[in-house]
Structure formats: structure tokens, C-alpha cells
């Protein structure tokens, strides 16, 4: 299987090559091993969150984010919406984007959420650990919020949803 991986790779490289430059043969094999090293260089490359101030983020029904780190510039607004992508019913797989000071105990404040069904599971008690929130939304729907983070650091965000910690949760960097 290899090897056949390797031919496949070399022909298309030699009719790169041919069809690029159709001069001395020198040049053809130079040109066909950095085509050969470009296809195979190209498959493997780590995803990192670019600085941005529009973040778009999705919860599904299997009550994960598809994304868990953000990077954003300090003192800079930033739009940020949240869609669910699933089809369940916000009172059985909700999902909002919670983001918390720093320093705030995520779990005791997602302990605290679990008691705030009538405020979308965002206590009133704790509303000084909170920068920003969206809705709460269920399948199909989306929010739209804006916030300006001021100091620099990594910031927790969470769905506070009950039970829904444990998979939804990220952390935004300020820089
Ligand atoms: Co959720």
C-alpha cells in the first residue's frame, strides 16, 4: 500500500514537472522532488485559534462545542454568536456560552446555574463572576452578543446547563 502511495506520488510529481517546465532533465527532477516533498508535507497541520473579534461558535445534540479555544485582543470589542446546530429542545439539550472572571470556581458556579431554570441557568447571585452570556438556545437557534475584555489572561467559558460542564467548556485567551 505504501509503495503504491509512493509511485502515485512520484508520477504526479514527474507530470508536474513535465508540464511546468519542459526544459533539461536536471531541472525536472529538482522540480519533481520538492512537488514530491510539498504533497507530502502538506496533510499535517495543527489547528490554532487566529486572533479574531468575530467568533462564531456551534453546540450540537451531543452536547459538545465545536470549538474550545478562542483568542481575542484585549480592550477590543468582540461579536460572538452561538448557534445550535442539533434539533432537541432547549429544555433538554440547551446550550449558552458563559464567560467567566477570572478566578471564579466554574464547577461551584455551574452548581449555582442548576438552581436558575427560571433566569436560563444563570444565578442572579453569582452575576458579578459573569462578563457575558448568551441565551439559552435549543436546536436551530442562535444569539448574537457583544463584550470588550479589558485585561489580559485565559478566561473559562462554560454552557451552564445543568450537567453540561463536564463536556462544554473552553477557554478564551485576551492578549
Ligand atoms: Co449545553
Same mark, same amino acid.
Request: proline share 3%.
Given at each position: ?40 508535507? =502538506? ?45 432537541? =429542545? ?86
Amino acid at each position: 500500500m505504501k509503495k503504491i502511495l509512493n509511485n502515485t506520488v512520484l508520477v504526479f510529481a514527474l507530470s508536474f514537472a513535465l508540464s511546468s517546465c519542459g526544459g533539461n532533465s536536471e531541472k525536472e527532477s529538482t522540480a519533481a522532488q520538492s512537488a514530491a516533498a510539498t504533497v507530502e508535507a =502538506e496533510p499535517v497541520k495543527p489547528v490554532e485559534p487566529e486572533m479574531s473579534n468575530v467568533l462564531a461558535l456551534e453546540g450540537n445534540d451531543q452536547m459538545q462545542y465545536n470549538q474550545t479555544e478562542f483568542k481575542i485582543a484585549a480592550g477590543r470589542s468582540v461579536t460572538l454568536t452561538l448557534k445550535h446546530t442539533g434539533t432537541l =429542545e432547549k429544555n433538554a439539550m440547551g446550550h449558552n456560552f458563559v464567560l467567566l472572571k477570572q478566578g471564579t470556581d466554574m464547577n461551584a458556579f455551574a452548581k449555582k446555574a442548576m438552581e436558575a431554570k427560571d433566569n436560563d441557568y444563570i444565578p442572579k447571585s453569582e452575576s458579578a463572576s459573569v462578563i457575558a452570556h448568551t441565551k439559552l438556545l435549543g436546536g436551530g437557534e442562535s444569539d448574537t452578543i457583544t463584550f470588550t475584555v479589558t485585561e489580559k489572561g485565559t478566561y473559562d467559558f462554560i454552557c451552564s446547563f445543568p450537567g453540561h460542564i463536564s463536556m462544554m467548556k473552553g477557554k478564551l485567551i485576551v492578549e
